[in-house]
């Protein structure tokens, strides 16, 4: 399965076994982000809410 990220157009293949791909298959209103961007998002949101960075 291809999974495109929202945030900076890249594309990753993705396993049709894997947990992730049935969740982005069965429920359309949740979006992939690659783990860059996810890990851009959480540390910003950690940033923010005061929490250490690890």
Known sequence: MQAKCPL???IDRISDDDPLAK??????I?????????????????SRRGEKQS
């Not at 969740?23 to 359309?28: A, D, E, V």
Request: net charge positive; proline share 4%; with cysteine.
């Open 8 to 10: 900076c157009n890249r």
């Open 30 to 46: 949740h979006t992939y982000t690659c783990t860059e961007c996810y890990d851009r998002i959480s540390r910003k949101a950690k």
């Open 23 to 28: 969740k982005l298959r069965n429920r359309p």
